[in-house]
């Protein structure tokens, strides 16, 4: 319905419409008063309907003769003889309002059909508009689902092929771990790492240990962040990053079809080959291209391989695999993530230094009382994995037959002792020591944040007994000036009061001081002249605390009572920065950045002194 305020003069010829019908309905509750008009009616006066028939007000009427005496019939209706009649009254006023509204659907249709010249006219740039605002709309959808639906963090993104994720969350798991309660396990997140060096990642392990969803993992990570979309992480505080890749190809499920005479291996090998072709065809754009801006960004390519040198014997599979792995990586802009069972592609790492190697961690099930392990579901790099397939047969649904299993473990302990025994041993030996160095990596973190409170602590307080010193000593210089001036006080007790108090905290700043001996340690003396160049312990509170420094230079305070208090300190960074995790590190210092602290923010290595 177009505005009538828009337009004057369909408002005006509206507003006569709306007083021409309340005219008819005056008309027609004075008819409804006359005995001699409502007698013929049917209904009655009270029960009368009245009718909308072509735009007149029309009334049922009984007979045809009483309608043509009191009015036009207009209709009849279906059933009963009954006919609809326009009263005589109100005939000229009904004619009146059906040219009127005629003329308003006329001025309606001008109306339209100039604002519909008007948007045929301006298409392009209404065009323009609209893209932009779904453009604008998917730009906050995207800020919308990174900040509200998981944690997440904006990757940065550079042009080197590098993908560098701490703790990724899958997050299709995520929403569907939030929206049900089905999954049987709780999202493990994974690192995700992928560069220059480790061009070419093989991860391995048990069956539905999760190797197929790592992988997907990053080709998930990599799309994410080429759409903008934030990447979703178990710790938002973090930096992450993931690339630019111009292409990502996968390779994953079976793709064998009977119409067109594809068997699994054939359908693989042919997806391989158009990988290959490809890259081929890039790096040929790159040669006649060379110096251009394409030639930056979009280069890499991200190539995901599920399930490589199956569907075929596993020694020649696992030949052809290899084969078209070398080949792609003798692309520089590749970088390839893929799954495997096979031991010869397992072992790539310990031969060539351009793949690294990667597994899906397993643990006993304790609760089973069986000799099976259960996946993790985490990724480790720098191992390789069994494949476990008697685990995962135990956990089939329904379950297999004990008598099954245990044939198949004496068929596989009948045969000859093969590479396989050995990769499981190696495996279960690394496994063994991965979770030792776990085990002391979290001891350490935990003695670290317990040092570190113990020395907060331990300097607050020494810094509160210096301020209550300080306090004393004003409180005996007012003393000592009452004293001169009142003879009658009674200076002994006093003064005896006062230094008794100091000693006392002289004996706690003393015990203080010997904790500090105990870190390695001591406090600056007060008589103590720093010389340049001399290295100090930052123990002031704030993101320096706990990092060494050298003097630069030691300026005097235009305080006399903080004369040659104030030091010039360089941080540096030392053996201490690998534990502090969270605290500065060199990156984060400019070279030329210096502290101005005062002599109670710094402390002295304690250094033995031996007699030669």
Known sequence: RLNGEMFPSLGLMRKKERDLV???????????????????????????????????????VKRRKSADAIGIVRGFAEKGGACYVEPKAMVQKGDELSELRAEIENQEK?????????????????????????????????????RMALSSVIPHIGEEGRIS?????????????????????????????????CRSLVISGPNGGGKTVAMKAFGLAAAMSKVAIPVAVDNKNQQARVDFFGNIFVEVGDQQSVSGGESTLISRLNSCSSVIQILSSIESFKSEHDGSPSNCLGSHTLILLDELGGGTDPEAGSAISQAILENILEHKGAR?????????????????????????LLDIDHESGNDYKLPTFQLAYGSIGDSYAFGAASRCAPALPDGVLKRASDILSGGEEGSGDIMRAISSSLERERMAAKSSALEAETFRKDTLKCRGAMISLAKAYEQHLARLEVRIDAIYKDLREDETRNAYELVGDTLAEL???????????????????????????????????????????GQTGVVSSVESSPVPSMRDNVLMVTPSVDWGDHIYENRVTLKDVPPSITLPLKRSDVALWNYPDYDW
């Not at 519909?116 to 689902?145: C, K, N, W």
């Not at 600056?524 to 340049?532: G, W």
């Open 22 to 60: 309340s005219d008819l309905e005056k008309t027609l509750q004075g008819l409804f008063r006359s005995k001699a008009f409502t007698s013929n009616l049917i209904g009655g006066k009270d029960l009368v309907e009245t009718s909308d028939l072509g735009g007149r007000i029309v009334v049922p």
């Open 110 to 146: 001008e109306i339209l059909q100039h604002l519909g010249s008007l948007v045929i006219s301006a298409a392009p740039i209404i065009e323009v508009g609209m893209q932009s605002i779904g453009r604008i709309d998917t730009i906050f959808a995207r800020a919308a689902y990174g």
């Open 165 to 197: 994720v701490k703790g990724f969350v899958h997050p299709v798991l995520a929403e569907n771990q939030q929206e049900s309660t089905k999954l049987l396990h709780d999202v493990v997140p994974i690192d995700l790492r992928l560069d220059e060096v």
């Open 336 to 360: 390839t993530v893929c799954t495997t069972h096979a031991p010869q592609l397992k072992a790539l790492s310990f031969n060539d230094d351009k793949f690294h190697c990667a597994s899906m």
């Open 503 to 545: 000693r006392h905290v002289k004996k706690r700043i003393k015990s203080e001081q010997d904790l500090l001996t105990e870190r390695g340690l001591k406090m600056v003396p007060i008589d103590y002249e720093f010389t340049e160049g001399e290295t100090v312990v930052i123990i002031a509170k704030g993101e320096w605390d």
